[in-house]
């Protein structure tokens, strides 16, 4: 197959295109207006050289509408810095006027942080009795036995979290603080730069890898028969972390305060009781910890007086129970808070609403050389990172017009082949995704279904998972599909506009939505994707020339 590449002369390229082009079979299955690609088409192969240019920073869309995740911690290497990334949040009543009770006190409030695992890869497991109930007879001649028994049981579970990225051996201190300024609506844009001031810390961990997943089962004895139950359980592993400060925070400005109007209605307590929380670490290198904040939960496990418990002798035990040999009702009961945190969807007095979230990112850059055109490597970066500027050349593009008008080419395909630099890479993980998008104007791409880019019908050619495809482990190489915007550009004289390859993929794909189209260019996984990827560029050493960065086109001609 003679592979041709657009280097030459308008003159000298076109009259080389006149004399004719080598066929050869195609590659994949492409369909293109007038073409229709099937095991015996033949179709000619082209490139296009490109320049590429690695992009510093990137400020990002970084509040609930982006936000399917977020990621948590920091990660520092010589190549491309340091990241550090925080998660503020909103705080909401989850009961509004909450009321509890005589004397009460707040013993504990736990912050639980859902994280992703293989929970068939189990490290450890722990089963223990932590709580033992009664049900007691009292007759009429004064006895009292036990009736039946109800034991429960907690089983702790180790997993190792999947969702980190960079030092998996490393502790880090995780910390929460209070949040002292309004994180203003959920309709408020909010980006990865913009920083939030904090006052007081709430509580602090240390974290490593490794997280447990609890459940709660209980036995019931009724005779010689038993039951049991599983009667709770976390939906998924979760870092658990007491807040002993926030402890006395609630205590005196919710608990205290009972019947305040700061505590009738959430706009009155985000005002004027706490305006959120910040979760982040203290450490300056460790790993990122992607964690999912529709599941973020924040309870104050709070104790009252029991209102049925008489103790006339004041011995401590509840009068009816006196001669039964087991206590059953306690001086004090249990009565928790729940708040409403994180970016799930919480209701209200039959009113549905969302909090604030926010990610902070703080990216310090490393020994990376930025906005130098045409270099052997370049980088992508997620979380608002590297990214890649591709310019494609005129001159080049221009001849292909030329012979799209003037030849009967016909465009049935045009594609990146962006191949991982491994000898840079190192050992640093591979991404699953990249995607790329119209840099020049901000947009969507035309193969993901956008019709604004030309003044006519564009349809989405290929299937959503067939314009980015995951990187591919035989091949060794990611492909993303520009083939609407090339044919644009050539066929219709659309600008030629710079594109960009950027970490990550869109956001709200599924499988059952075969021809998805994303929302906007930015709404995709950037924002909280930690990966980082060394790709070769479009001007590479010798040995890497048969992976150049460059754009790949297909074409047929249409007969006469």
């Known amino acids: 197959m003679k592979k041709h590449n657009f280097g030459w002369s308008l003159a000298a390229i076109v009259g080389l295109m006149l004399l004719g082009l080598t066929s050869c079979e195609q590659e994949d299955r492409f369909v293109g207006s007038n073409v229709v690609g099937d095991g015996a088409a033949q179709f000619h192969k082209a490139y296009v050289d490109l320049v590429a240019t690695t992009l510093a920073t990137d400020t990002l869309r970084a509040d609930r509408t982006v936000l399917q995740n977020a990621s948590i911690g920091v990660y520092d290497e010589p190549l491309l810095g340091k990241t550090k990334s925080y998660l503020y949040s909103q705080v909401r009543l989850g009961t509004t006027n909450p009321e509890f009770g005589n004397n009460a006190v707040v013993d504990s409030v736990v912050l639980s942080i859902p994280v992703f695992t293989q929970t068939k890869d189990t490290l450890s497991r722990e089963h223990y009795l932590f709580n033992t109930n009664y049900t007691l007879s009292n007759p009429e001649d004064g006895e009292c036995s036990i009736t039946d ?9 180790l997993f190792n979290i999947d969702s980190i990225y960079g030092n998996k051996s490393a502790t880090m201190n995780l910390q929460v603080h209070r949040v002292m300024e309004g994180l203003k609506t959920i309709d408020s844009a909010r980006y990865s730069n913009q920083s939030v001031q904090i006052g007081e810390l709430f509580g602090s961990k240390q974290i490593n890898s490794k997280a447990y997943k609890t459940f709660t089962s209980q036995f019931r004895n009724v005779g010689s028969g038993a039951d049991s139950t599983i009667i709770a359980q976390d939906a998924s592993a979760v870092i658990n972390m007491k807040l002993d400060g926030m402890k006395t925070f609630v205590q005196n400005q919710i608990v205290d305060q009972v019947g305040s109007p700061n505590l009738g209605d959430q706009v009155s307590f985000i005002n004027n009781v ?3 929380i910040r979760i982040g670490v203290q450490d300056e290198n460790g790993f990122i910890l992607t964690i999912n904040p529709s599941f973020l939960k924040l309870v104050a496990y709070i104790s009252v007086d029991n209102e049925n418990f008489v103790d006339e002798n004041n011995n401590g035990i509840h009068d009816p129970e006196e001669n039964c040999g087991a206590v059953m009702t306690k001086a004090r009961v249990n009565k928790n808070l729940d708040f409403v945190i994180g970016s799930n969807l919480a209701m209200n007095s039959g009113n549905q609403y969302y909090n604030v979230v926010q990610s902070r990112i703080e990216n310090s850059p490393g020994s990376v050389s930025y906005n130098q055109p045409n270099t052997a490597v370049n980088f992508v970066e997620g979380m608002g990172g590297a990214r890649v500027k591709i310019s494609l050349d005129p001159q080049q593009i221009e001849a292909i017009r030329d012979s799209v008008r003037n030849n009967n080419w016909v465009i049935s395909e045009a594609h990146l082949k962006v191949y991982p630099h491994t000898a840079t890479q190192g050992n640093l993980p591979l991404p699953e995704y990249l995607y790329a998008f119209n840099l020049s104007k901000n947009k969507l791409l ?25 990187y591919d482990e035989e091949k060794k190489y990611y492909l ?27 956001l709200g794909f599924s499988n059952a939505d075969y021809f998805y189209t994303p929302k906007n260019a930015f709404y995709s996984n950037r924002v909280f994707n930690p990966y980082r990827l060394a790709i070769v560029g479009s001007n590479p050493t010798a040995d890497l020339m048969d992976k150049k960065l460059q754009l790949e086109i297909y074409y047929n001609k249409k007969e006469n």
Do not use: H, W
């Not at 034991?151 to 579970?157: A, D, E, M, S, V």
């Open 274 to 276: 706490i305006q959120g």
């Open 480 to 506: 993303l599909r520009v083939t609407e915007y090339f044919k644009n550009v050539v066929e219709k004289n659309a600008e030629i506009d710079d594109l960009a390859i950027e970490m990550g993929t869109y």
């Open 446 to 470: 035309a193969d993901y279904g956008d019709i604004e880019d030309v003044d006519s019908d564009n349809i989405q050619v290929f299937p959503y998972l067939q314009i980015s495809r995951p």
């Open 149 to 157: 028994t109800l034991k429960q049981y907690k089983t702790r579970l």
